[in-house]
């Protein structure tokens, strides 16, 4: 995970989730029906969901939706008022998934 991290966001630090958009990059209209590719780090998601006090499926997919959002075009880097919209949509789809 830190390979990639570092390869592809230029940050040599390990990460809970990433997520590459096929709708970015050279060639975004291959197969516009896919949005990309989520990876997610098992041990990560692991030591979180303990941190948390969850599971490791709940934690999952927290990551998951996380992923999914970034994707489809929400970035909570891009300042606090982005961040608090994307968290709020984080809870929002966890809410529906009955994870929580």
């Known amino acids: 995970m830190q390979g990639l991290n570092r390869e592809y966001r230029g940050k040599d630090k390990t990460t809970d989730v990433l997520a590459f958009s096929m709708r970015n990059g050279q060639y975004p209209d291959i197969n516009p029906a896919i949005l990309g590719d989520i990876v997610i780090s098992l041990p ?34 891009r300042g606090r008022k982005e961040n608090l919209r994307m968290r709020k949509k984080e809870r929002e789809l966890l809410k529906r998934s009955n994870r929580r």
């Open 44 to 77: 990560t998601a692991e030591r979180q969901a303990k941190e948390k006090g969850h599971g490791i499926y709940e934690e999952i997919a927290v990551l998951l939706i996380h992923g999914i959002l970034h994707l489809i075009g929400y970035d909570h880097t």
